[in-house]
């Protein structure tokens, strides 16, 4: 019972300590001392076999519930064609929503403008401490590089991922690439991205394929990996053309996503201010309410109804809380109102475990089962279920999420926001309902028993 109970309660003194609210005054009197002091969350500043380890935890806020930056930036289109200025303007704000939204759970807010003639792209970044870097960064030309396979240290070459041995700059860049544009092929209609080269790139591209005829050739922008096709034959008329199992949405975001590099568009920033939430406060305060009643309501019942389980349930239900927050603020996750609503339906994941499991006990003791014996059946039964409705939550929220299609990431960042929540909520409830649940169980109901019976 004593390692249990101790385990469980550093994990509670942890996760207390992160999820501490920011910046909060502490005043109290101590006999004629007056004492001072700021409540602070946890914060890690130390070194790691050499290398230095800075870490805040901090809650971070989306634009409906914080606000934060508003940058307009100018587009310069003098010395782009008129025909490729609305895919320089895409090309600049997909690059810009890559930078800021790394992860797709910031959810920025990039639009393109056009003024007369005068095109802006405006963003929204919520939270921003340091504008001046994010400014920084957005102003940043694209650079687009061709990489091919290098020479790589003999202990990790067996076991190095396709982008790890794609390490070498060919001496191709966005410099050498006229313009990137979606065709179809004419035998099956297959929607494919055409690279045309200038004079000076087709040369280099000859090279390049010439050499590594059979091998991967990796396209990056900044460090996203676009692709890595492989060369079929040497090419040197300047033209060719990407291949692939490509709806025409993939093609079409392909081809953007090389003219990022290729397409020079210069910006500069021509206004910047900060911008309330896009949530009133009386929304948000409803919110919040009726999340804190929901969870009451819910805490209740398990009390209750299972009674001294429903206890131990609760208490699971309230770290449960604790390590999601802990997690939002670790990763950092930008909360934003659909962030919110997939962490409160993960909730119900984390009470429909214990429900299981204790009707499962229940059971297990209406056929004459003791309680300890019960309740080991109980979790071994209960297991299998729980497993199944988790595993079909979490494949939905990893479909949301996409990962494997990061170049629709400027269309679904709300969505990815709220697929995340849920995912971190439905795995920690997993670990809450069966691993802390049982664990609980055992320090403060089991373990009793057992002494109980030493002494009778």
Request: net charge positive; with cysteine; charged share 20%.
């Amino acid at each position: 019972m004593k390692g249990r109970s101790v385990s469980v309660f550093i994990l509670l003194f942890l996760l207390v300590w992160i999820c501490l609210p920011e910046n909060v005054p502490v005043s109290f009197k101590v006999q004629k001392s007056k004492i001072n002091f700021v409540i602070n969350p946890l914060s890690i500043n130390t070194s790691f076999f050499g290398f230095p380890i800075k870490k805040e935890f901090k809650t971070k806020l989306g634009l409906d519930l914080k606000g934060g930056s508003h940058l307009v930036f100018e587009a310069d289109t003098t010395k782009v064609k008129a025909a490729d200025v609305q895919d320089s303007l895409l090309a600049v704000r997909d690059v810009i929503e890559k930078r800021v939204n790394l992860f797709g759970v910031s959810e920025p807010v990039v639009q393109t403008l056009k003024q007369g003639n005068v095109y802006r792209i405006t963003v929204d970044l919520p939270g921003i401490e340091d504008v001046t870097q994010a400014v920084s960064l957005i102003g940043q030309t694209a650079q687009l590089r061709f990489l091919e396979e290098g020479p790589l240290d003999p202990a990790v070459a067996t076991t190095a991922s396709l982008l790890e041995r794609l390490n070498k700059f060919t001496g191709l860049s966005g410099d050498h690439i006229k313009k990137a544009s979606v065709v179809f092929d004419p035998q099956t209609g297959q929607p494919q991205v055409s690279l045309q080269f200038s004079k000076e790139g087709s040369v280099l591209f000859g090279e390049v394929t010439g050499r590594n005829i059979g091998k991967p050739v990796g396209i990056f922008l900044d460090y996203f990996p676009l692709s890595a096709p492989t060369v079929q034959q040497k090419i040197t008329e300047g033209n060719a053309v990407i291949t692939g199992n490509f709806t025409i949405e993939q093609a079409k975001q392909l081809s953007v996503s090389i003219n990022s590099g290729a397409l020079r568009l210069p910006i500069k920033l021509v206004e910047q201010r900060n911008i309330g939430p896009s949530l009133g406060a009386s929304e948000v305060k409803k919110s919040v309410i009726a999340g804190f009643f929901g969870l009451a309501m819910v805490l209740l019942f398990m009390i209750v109804y299972y009674r001294r389980l429903g206890v131990i349930a609760s208490m699971g239900l309230i770290i449960y809380g604790l390590l999601s927050f802990a997690l939002f603020r670790a990763i950092p996750v930008v909360l934003t109102l659909p962030g919110l609503a997939g962490f409160i339906l993960s909730i119900g994941m984390a009470v429909d475990s214990n429900i299981l499991i204790f009707e499962r006990i229940k059971e297990e003791q209406r056929k004459g089962k003791s309680f300890e014996i019960a309740v080991r059946l109980g979790f071994g039964r209960a297991i299998d279920a729980i497993k199944d409705a988790n595993i079909t939550t979490l494949t939905v929220a990893f479909i949301l999420f996409n990962p494997l299609n990061w170049e629709f990431l400027p269309q679904f960042g709300m969505v990815r926001g709220f697929a995340l929540t849920l995912t971190i909520g439905v795995g920690t409830s997993l670990f809450t309902g069966v691993v802390i649940t049982r664990r609980l169980i055992d320090a403060f109901y089991t373990d009793r028993l057992r002494i109980q019976k030493k002494k009778i």
